[in-house]
């Protein structure tokens, strides 16, 4: 069963990861432009509320983390 468009293409778990950051990239930016939020109120816990649980927390955790690595994000 594919939850939120996220699916698993590679036996190590990439392509889903690869989605996963894609869809926090696409939330942070509507975020951002929203201006109802800095990019600090933006935390694991508040991603994982606002899609419902439907992504594990460590993936979101996870994708955080990459998004921070490819210089998108600061703090």
């Known amino acids: 069963m594919e939850r939120m468009g996220v ?39 508040y991603i994982y509320r606002m899609w419902g649980g439907a992504i594990p927390m460590e993936d979101i955790e996870n994708g955080l983390i990459e998004l921070r690595n490819q210089g998108f994000m600061v703090g």
């Open 7 to 45: 699916r698993r293409t590679k036996a190590d778990g990439r392509g889903m990861m690869e989605d996963v950051t894609s869809r926090l990239r696409t939330f942070i930016e509507n975020e951002m432009r929203s201006g109802s939020m800095d990019l600090g109120c933006i935390t694991p816990l």
